[in-house]
């Protein structure tokens, strides 16, 4: 993972949106390096997609932070649907 990631965000999202949508970024980043619990990563997602409703907007902001942060946002989230409750996620070796 690279340091000083770019996280995409929109000017006209309130304070707390942007919080919201950088802590998202940040956990799917965490998940790439160690075990993230799956109710960590889908609560936040549940916010993201609150507030980045388009899957158009979606798709393009994942795509975006993927390349920068060297990650992969869906098959992060994906992972933690298929997951039982209580369990972790740790994506790291795991092919982007």
Same mark, same amino acid.
């Given at each position: 993972?690279?340091?000083? *990631? ?7 999202? +309130? =304070? $707390? ?6 802590? !998202? !970024? $940040? *956990?799917?980043? =965490? ?6 619990? /799956?109710?960590?990563? #889908?609560? #936040?997602?549940?916010? !993201?997609?609150?507030? *980045? ?9 994942? /795509?975006? !932070?993927?390349?920068?942060?060297? *990650?992969?946002?869906?098959? +992060?989230?994906? &992972?933690? /649907?298929?997951?039982? &409750? ?11």
């Amino acid at each position: 993972m690279k340091e000083n *990631v770019n996280i995409p965000i929109s000017m006209e999202w +309130t =304070t $707390q949106e942007i919080i919201d949508v950088t802590t !998202f !970024f $940040q *956990v799917i980043e =965490t998940a790439h390096d160690k075990a993230v619990p /799956r109710e960590d990563i #889908l609560g #936040l997602y549940g916010k !993201f997609k609150e507030i *980045v409703p388009s899957k158009s907007e979606e798709k393009q902001m994942f /795509r975006q !932070f993927d390349e920068d942060a060297e *990650v992969n946002c869906w098959k +992060t989230v994906q &992972a933690a /649907r298929k997951a039982e &409750a209580g369990e972790k996620i740790n994506m790291a070796g795991r092919s982007g």
